[in-house]
């Protein structure tokens, strides 16, 4: 089966992976370099933020994430030569409101990687001396990870590369689908080059809603975008993660701290400013003042897919054969990642699934036309 795969970030590489490792050929589109945005931009946590606060659908996927990683990179390392550095830090989370909703979640939703400890200072000096003295309590989640996705990118474009079923179209720009009685045959880019496949999956992220009029359904993903701040410490300075507010800390092996994030409504813009900048500075200083101390390396910002709930759409698109959806997972790209491409591959593939694919189905996007068709009528 020939595969033509829109979209070169975390989703559109992890399926081109799960495709090509049961044999499929996949030619990978991307406007852009492969493996920027959102996929490059995020911070890798391997669970959602307060997974509490998401939809049953969201955390079902993102529980499997950091299982899938752990799986792949033990299998792609050999061959490439880098390392996905999943870090097993854990996570502190300092939100009172939410300590007793976080201790009882593993055990009411059967997610035994999300079970934590209530710590009391001294405890909490334990796990990590540099948190300030503001904090008297915690709640520690032991068993959550981080992986550096930069690395995760360059190992799954590094190995899709050289794969012998895989072949990669970058700053290159998909214009429309070839589509003839409702079926889709391929894809014509902006050059008028046409591009035949028996299968297209479109795994666009934030510019999803582009394929609105071709698809003739309502696509509700648009950009979000977040600013993010490095600092470089010495290595393994940071002990854990951290969370307070919305806004963490993420410790990498080499002793760079990502901090983030924001969440901003400015359509396609990645320019960084000073305020949200120093937002972001002041919530991280004041779970960590000794990060002061260490420089700041860099400063971005990334466009996440926005959708309802941050539940993505994943299998067959309505009406169009042979059309195809991975997109929409908001802030949760990384983390259901892995889990989001098994699935769509195994719908593909007609095998059994690991999880029930009807939450994900873009059957959705046909209710949220016809609801708009009803208001105007």
Request: negative net charge.
């Amino acid at each position: 089966m020939h595969i033509a795969i829109i979209g070169a970030g975390i989703s559109g590489l992890m399926t081109a992976l799960e495709l090509a490792e049961h044999g499929c050929s996949v030619d990978i589109f991307d406007q852009q370099q492969a493996g920027q945005a959102a996929s490059w931009a995020g911070g890798g946590i391997l669970s959602p933020m307060y997974p509490w606060r998401y939809a049953p659908e969201v955390n079902q996927l993102a529980q499997y994430g950091k299982s899938l990683y752990q799986s792949w990179n033990e299998k792609l390392y050999p061959i490439t030569g880098i390392d996905f550095q999943i870090h097993n830090t854990g996570m502190l989370i300092f939100d009172q409101e939410d300590f007793q909703t976080g201790l009882n979640y593993a055990t009411q939703h059967n997610e035994p990687m999300q079970q934590c400890d209530l710590l009391n200072r001294i405890q909490l000096e334990t796990v990590n001396p540099h948190i300030s003295k503001q904090f008297d309590q915690a709640i520690y989640f032991p068993q959550l990870a981080n992986v550096r996705n930069p690395r995760l990118l360059q190992s799954l474009i590094h190995y899709l590369k050289q794969h012998p079923c895989v072949r990669f179209f970058e700053h290159c720009i998909v214009e429309k689908l070839i589509i003839k009685n409702k079926t889709v045959h391929g894809i014509e880019t902006e050059d008028h080059q046409q591009y035949f496949a028996d299968q297209v999956v479109l795994t666009s992220g934030a510019w999803s809603n582009y394929w609105q009029q071709q698809v003739q359904r309502k696509i509700p993903v648009h950009p979000v975008q977040g600013q993010m701040l490095l600092f470089k410490s010495p290595e393994n300075w940071l002990p854990t993660m951290c969370m307070n507010r919305v806004m963490y800390l993420i410790p990498r092996q080499d002793g760079h701290i990502v901090c983030g994030s924001s969440m901003s409504e400015c359509g396609f813009s990645t320019a960084v400013d000073a305020q949200t900048q120093q937002d972001i500075l002041s919530a991280c200083l004041e779970m960590v003042p000794e990060l002061a101390q260490f420089p700041i390396v860099k400063r971005w910002a990334g466009l996440r897919p926005s959708s309802p709930h941050g539940i993505p759409y994943i299998g067959a698109m309505p009406e169009l054969n042979r059309l195809w959806a991975n997109f929409g997972h908001f802030r949760n790209g990384l983390c259901m990642g892995a889990g989001s491409a098994k699935l769509l591959a195994q719908l593909m593939l007609d095998q059994k699934t690991f999880v029930d694919p009807h939450a994900y189905s873009p059957d959705r996007l046909a209710c949220a036309q016809l609801a708009i068709r009803e208001n105007l009528s």
